[in-house]
Nanobody
Framework: QVQLVESGGGLVQAGGSLRLSCAASGSIFRASIMGWYRQAPGKQRELVATFNSGGFTNYADSVKGRFTISKDNAKNTVYLQMSSLKPEDTAVYYC???????????????WGQGTQVTVSS
């Protein structure tokens, strides 16, 4: 059984900050590449920020410099710190855990249920 539980979403004014959390089971967390994706109304799901297999980070250009992905191995939790939020950041944010694939199809690819982030003007 795999469970990814996101939290921290909400409504915030433009320019504000929000921190999302994703808690995973220990076995999955330790074995997986963790990341955040989002899906805005009428849009396809897109990458926001991920760790790569080397533990370094990758960000969408639209959030670079504003968002920071981090993780706490002791808590089996990955975070997304979002600052200087813009209305265009409004989306459902999803936590993702996938097996390292090195360009191949991942052995597994798990998703949380998502947490809504709404940024008002």
């Amino acid at each position: 059984q795999v469970q990814l539980v996101e939290s921290g979403g909400g409504l915030v004014q433009a320019g504000g900050s929000l921190r999302l959390s994703c808690a995973a089971s220990g076995s999955i967390f330790r074995a997986s590449i963790m990341g955040w994706y989002r899906q805005a109304p009428g849009k396809q799901r897109e990458l926001v920020a991920t760790f790569n297999s080397g533990g370094f980070t990758n960000y969408a250009d639209s959030v670079k410099g504003r968002f920071t992905i981090s993780k706490d191995n002791a808590k089996n939790t990955v975070y997304l710190q979002m600052s200087s939020l813009k209305p265009e950041d409004t989306a459902v944010y999803y936590c993702n855990a996938r097996s390292p694939s090195y360009g191949l199809q991942p052995r597994y690819d798990y998703w949380g249920q998502g947490t809504q982030v709404t940024v008002s003007s």
